[in-house]
C-alpha cells in the first residue's frame, strides 16, 4: 500500500453504555477514495465525529500522516489538514456565499488582530487575495454568480455544493463527506457523483465518503467498508460489496 | 454550633430546592433558563400578601390563590414569550433574551403600578423559636420546610407518578420523539409552566413570610439558578441536592467568614462545579450531535 | 451648545463606548453577556483611584481603568467561555454581582457603598466625542475583517466554525476582552464626568440597560448598537415624566423585539459608504418609476 493518509485502528466509542462505534479499523491510502457504507444509525456520523475531534474515543487511536490526532481539538484537526461537510448542511445562515467561502479562508490571510481594527495597506492587500481566491473556487463549483445572496436562500443542492467549495477552500489532504446526496434525487445525485470526480482530481484530494444509499458510491469509490451497529461487517471493492450475502442482508434488514 | 448551622442551612436550602427545581423542569423541556421564573415568584408572593391582607383568607387559601395565580401566569408568559419562538425554532439565545425582557416588563410594571415599597406579611405563626438545648429552630423555619416538603413530594408524584408526568419526562429526553409518541408539546410545556409557576407561587408566599415583599425580590432567585446550575440544569434530583449544598455553603459562609461575602461564595461554588463538572453535579455533559 | 444638551451627549458617547463591546460579544460572536456591569465598575474605580490616589494624568487613569478591566477578562473567561449561552450568561451576572459586593465590602479603599465623592470632571465632550467615534470605526472595521468573520461564523454555528479550523475559544477570548477594555473605558469616563460614584451606579439594571441597547438596535449591527445607545439615552432624558415607565417598556419592547423582529431596529444593516450609496439609488429608481408611472397613467 502506498503512503497511508488515516490510520484508525480499533476505535471504539460508547454512549452512556450503547455503543455507537465497535473496535474500527481502517486504512486510506494516499490519493484514494474511499467509502463507508451502512444503515441509519450504524455509526458513521460517529466515526465522522471521532476523526474531526467532535467526539473524544472510548478507545482506540487516530493517525493522520503518522500523528496521533484522537482526542485532538476540532479547529487543530482541521488546521492538519482534515475537512468535513456535514450530513444536515451546515453553513453560516446569516453569511452571503462568497463570506462563508471567505471565513474558511482564513489561514489564507495572517493579519493581526490589531489590524483587524485598524485596516493597513497589508490587510487591505490580504482581504482583496482572499476575496479573489473566494471568487474563483466560486467560479469552479458554478456559485459566482451567486455569490452575494444569502447562503440561506439557496436551493438545496446548490447548499451542498457551496459546504464543499467552503471546506476546499481550507485546502484539505483529506475530505470527509457525510451523506453528500442526502435529500438529493437522482438527477441531482448523479451531477453530484460527477461534481465528486471532478474536484477530486483537480484538487488532487483523499476521500472519505459516507454513505447511506450503496448507488452513490458505486461509481465513486475504490474500496468500501461495510458497517452495521457500529462494526464492520464487510470490506471490498464496489463489485465485491455489492454480492456479499451478509451485506445485502443488513440492508434488507432494515428495509432498504 | 455546627448543628444549628446545618439547620439553617437546611431551611433556606428547601426554598432554594423549591425555585430551583422550577428552573430545571423549565430547562429540562426546552432547554433555556426561564429568566423570568423570579418575577412569578414576585408576583406570587404579591397574590399572596393581598389575599390575606386585603381579602382576609385564611393562609391555606392565601397559597391556593397564590399558586393557582402564579400557575396561569407562567403559561400566559410562555405563550407570549416562549411559544412564538418556539414555533420558528428560535436560537436559544433569543429565549433568553426574551425571558430577560419578560423579567424587566414585570419587576418595573410591578413598581411603577403596586410601588417600590417594602411590604410586611401578617404573622401567621409565633415568632417564638423552638429550643431542643442549645438549639434554636424558627416555628416560621420550621413551616417553610414543612411546605417545602410537601411541595416537593407532590411535585416528584406527579412526574414520576402521572401519565402526564412520564409525557414531561419523555419530551424532556427529547421533543421530537415526544411527539412523535403522541404527546402534544404545546400541552406539554403549558403542564410544565403550570407545575414551574406553581412551586414559584408557593416559594413566594414563603419568601414574603420570612422576608418581606417587593418588586425586585424575583433576584433573590439568582440562587435558586445557581442552586440549579450546581445539581445540574434539567435534573430535578440535582436542583435540590445542588439547593441544600448551597444553602449550607452559604449559611457556612456567612457564620465564619462573613455574611457580606456570601454571595460571593454561591458564585464561587457555581463557577467551581462547573468547571470541575460542566454538567453539574447530576447532569449529564450533553455531547452535540453533529 | 448648553451645558444640558452637552450632558446628554456626554452620556449617549460614554453608554456607545459600553454597547460597542457588547455589541461585538453578544450581538456578533453570540455569548450572551449580562454582567457589562461589572467591567463598568472595574473601570470607574481604577481610573478614580488612579486620579485621586496617585495623581496620574486623566489620560493614564483611563488607560489604566481600561487595561484592568480588560485583563479580568482574562481569568472570567478561562473557565466560562467554554460554557454553554445559559451558563456563560448567568456567570457573568454573577462576576457583576461579585464585584458589586467587593467594591461595597472594601470601604478603606472604595468608601464602600457611599462611593467616592469629589471626582474631579475632566470627561469632556470633544474627550468622549473623539474616543466613541475612533472606537466606533474600529469595532466597524473589526467585525469585517478576517478574525470579525470568524466571530460571527462561532455565533451561527460553533461546531461548523471549528470544522472550518476556527480558534473558537480564542476567538470569544479576543472579543470578551475588547469588550472589557471598551466598558473599563466607558466606566472610568463616566466617574470622571459625574464626579462621584458609589456601587448602586453599577447594579444589575445597568446590564440589562446596556443590553438592551445592542438588541433595540440590532444584535448584528454595529451601527444598531450605536444608534440605539444615543437613543435610548437621549430618550429618558427628554421624557422626564415617563421615566418610571421606561423600563416597563423596555421590557415590553425586548420580548417585542424577539417574539416579532429578533433582528432589531437594523438587521445587519450597516452604515457604508456602499449602503448609503444602496439608499441613494433606491431612492432614485422609485422616483424614477413613480415619474414613469405617472406618464402611463
Redesign the interface.
Known sequence: MDNVVLDIQKLSKTFGGVQAVNNFSLKIPEGSLQSIIGPNGAGKTTIFNLITGIYKPTEGTISFNSRRIDGMETFKITEMGITRTFQNIRLFSEFSVLDNVRTACHMRSDYSVFEGLIPTPRRNRQERAVTDYAMNLLKLVNLDDRANEYADNLPYGHQRRLEIARALALEPKLLLLDEPAAGMNPDETQKLIEFIAEIRTKFNLTILLIEHHMEVVMGLADYITVIDFGKIIATGTPVEVQSNPIVIEAYLGVGE | MILQQIINGLSIGAVYALLAVGYSLVYSVLNFSNFAHGEVLMLGSYIGFFSLTQLGVPFVVAIVLSVVGTGVIAIVLERIGYRPLRLRSAPLLYFMISAMGLSIFLQNLTIVTIGPNFRTYPDIISTAPITIGDLYIGRLDLMIFGITLLSLLLLTWFIYGTKMGSGIRAASYNMRVASLMGINPDLVVAIVFLLAGATAGVGGMLFGMKYTVYPWMGTLTIKAFIAAVVGGLGSLPGAVIGAFLLGITETFAAAYVSSAFRDLFSFALMILIIVIRPGGLMGVVSQEKA | MSPYLQGILILAGINVLAVLGLSLLTGFT?S?C?GQAGFLTIGAYVATLLTMELHVPFAVALLGGALFSALVSIPLGL??L??K???F???T???A??TR??V??LEKITGGSRGIPGIPTKTSLPIVLVLAVVASI??R??VV??????C??IR??E??????????FRYKQ?SFFINAALAGLAGGLLSHYVGFIQPAMFG?QKS?EL??MV?FGGM?SVTGAILAAIILTALPEVLRAAA??R??A???????????R?QGLLG?WELSRESLMAIWNGLKSRFSKKAVGVDHG
Open positions: 453570540g450572551f449580562f473557565p466560562t467554554k460554557l449561552g445559559d451558563y450568561a448567568i456567570a451576572l454573577g462576576f454581582e461579585a459586593l467587593i461595597e465590602n474600529c469595532i472595521f473589526y475583517s478576517r478574525h470579525g468573520r470568524n460571527v461564523a451561527e454555528d461546531t461548523a466554525a471549528q470544522a472550518i479550523g476556527i480558534n473558537t479576543i444589575i440589562t443590553i438592551v438588541i448584528h418610571a415607565w423600563l416597563v423596555y421590557g415590553a419592547v425586548v420580548v417585542l423585539i424577539m417574539v416579532t429578533p445587519n
